[in-house]
């Protein structure tokens, strides 16, 4: 059932009258729903898919911007727990992975939900990572997105343009910078880990990192490209993700 703040927080890009599960997906920094508005094409008719939508970009570009996971997080939980009726399975690229994970632990930790699998792209484990840079300036927190990809380079060239979206980069690029995940019981679901082969920030033995934040099973898929490879190998990656929706273990939920 979708309420009001189910809507603020949650765009679904193809309703889905019965659905068979709901896949709720979380972009990187700066990114918004709309880097999976072509998702539904490329997946099984019976799959919801459900872009989060961060505050101060895109649709809620007038929306205060959030640089704290707890706050972020706890809300995307909120939004999420009138939807727990049916099966879920959450994909974060980048900065999305580590959102989605603490929504995960969130919602296990509330309401003992268990998703049926979890999907993390592009971004090693929370606790395996180096400390990020807190960028000193606006200039260099550009250079870092131009580095890793994933923007139009002209984007930054036209001085209205870059006001526009900077404070939802830096808002999130602060949110990791200063994210430490809470001490407790890990996850219990599946995860998958998908990455780049050419990603330097994400390298296999950092992804395998993963394994150690949940009891369920722990696997992970390299596609050709870098830490955006997710746009070029689209068609390989939802393919590779329906597979894996269709084999994965039994939903499970606790009251």
Request: hydrophobic share 40%.
């Amino acid at each position: 059932m979708f309420n009001e703040q189910t809507e603020q927080w949650l765009r679904r890009y193809r309703p889905v009258d019965r659905p068979r599960l709901r896949l709720v997906c979380f972009a990187h920094a700066g990114g918004g729903p709309s880097a999976f508005r072509t998702w539904p094409a490329g997946l099984p008719e019976d799959i919801e898919v459900l872009g989060v939508r961060y505050p101060g970009r895109q649709e809620r570009v007038m929306d205060e911007c959030v640089d704290r996971m707890d706050t972020l997080a706890g809300h995307v939980a909120d939004a999420l727990d009138p939807l727990l009726d049916l099966p879920m399975v959450m994909f974060g690229h980048s900065m999305g992975a580590w959102v989605a994970y603490d929504v995960a632990l969130r919602l296990l930790r509330r309401r003992r939900f268990s998703l049926n699998l979890l999907i993390v792209s592009g971004q090693v484990a929370p606790d395996s990572k180096d400390p990020a840079r807190a960028f000193e300036d606006d200039d260099a927190l550009v250079a870092e997105v131009q580095r890793v990809g994933g923007y139009d380079p002209q984007l930054f060239e036209d001085p209205e343009m870059r006001d526009l979206v900077l404070p939802a980069i830096r808002a999130d690029f602060a949110l990791v910078h200063t994210y430490r995940p809470e001490p407790g019981a890990p996850l219990d679901c599946p995860i998958l880990a998908c990455f780049g082969d050419q990603d330097v920030d994400s390298r296999p033995e950092g992804m395998r990192a993963w394994a150690d934040t949940t009891t369920g099973t722990y696997t992970q898929r390299a596609f050709p490209g870098g830490h955006f490879y997710l746009a070029d190998q689209e068609p390989d990656l939802l393919r590779a993700l329906s597979e894996r929706v269709n084999s994965t273990a039994a939903f499970h939920a606790f009251p």
